[in-house]
């Protein structure tokens, strides 16, 4: 943003692509959690500012938990996660959401390919720096500025890996206050 401000990982914070490409492990998703299951995050699970998990759809909500998919899966935690793709209708292209650590079942989580993750070494974000960031990324400076140099409705990481940020203390103030 046009203000002074770091790269994402300059404030020890990086992004990646939802691991998870659901085409590549058909043979492990499950519309219903079972046992030795992981939930399975879509961006139909987001809507309105919260997460709505289980849901009925066509969409599975878990992936069975095995020497196959567990690299695709992140530990349970508080993560930012976006949307990577919005339509032209939407009023805005960035927006985020907090995923709290215990609100998901379980120990792991899969992010599907079409949502984009914030973490710290692949792990969870302190709570108040969780609510600092979304809040910084559903800010309409954000969205106008996301705007300005993107014209395409994809929120890429590499996009949000280059915004600038405040500093961390500066995240978790705001994360407090919007609490």
Same mark, same amino acid.
């Given at each position: ?25 058909? !043979? ?8 030795? !299951? ?6 139909? @699970? ?9 849901? #009925?759809?066509?969409?599975p ?5 095995? $020497? &196959?998919?567990?690299?695709?899966? *992140?530990?349970?935690?508080?993560? #930012? ?17 907090v995923?709290?650590? +215990?609100e998901?079942?379980?120990t792991?989580? +899969? ?6 993750? *914030? ?13 600092? *960031?979304? $809040?910084?990324l559903? !800010? ?9 140099? !993107? +014209? @395409? ?15 961390? &203390?500066?995240?978790?103030? *705001?994360g407090?206050?919007?609490?």
């Amino acid at each position: 943003i046009g203000f002074p401000g770091k790269p994402l990982r300059e404030i020890g914070i990086d992004i990646c692509t939802g691991p998870v490409v659901d085409f590549r492990l058909r !043979s492990h998703l499950l519309q219903h959690p079972a046992g030795d !299951s992981a939930p399975l995050l879509y961006s139909t @699970h987001f809507a309105k500012g919260q997460i709505e998990w289980p849901k #009925v759809q066509r969409k599975p909500n878990a992936i069975a938990v095995n $020497a &196959e998919t567990r690299n695709w899966l *992140m530990p349970n935690g508080c993560y #930012v996660v976006l949307k990577r793709f919005t339509s032209k209708e939407e009023r805005r292209r960035v927006v985020a959401y907090v995923l709290n650590e +215990g609100e998901l079942p379980g120990t792991l989580i +899969g992010f599907e390919n079409h949502l984009n993750v *914030m973490h710290q070494d692949k792990h969870g974000l302190e709570p108040d720096l969780a609510k600092g *960031m979304a $809040a910084y990324l559903n !800010s309409k400076a954000v969205d106008d500025y996301f705007r300005t140099f !993107s +014209g @395409h409705t994809q929120v890429n990481a590499t996009d949000l890996r280059r915004l600038k940020y405040p500093p961390v &203390e500066q995240l978790r103030k *705001m994360g407090k206050e919007d609490a």
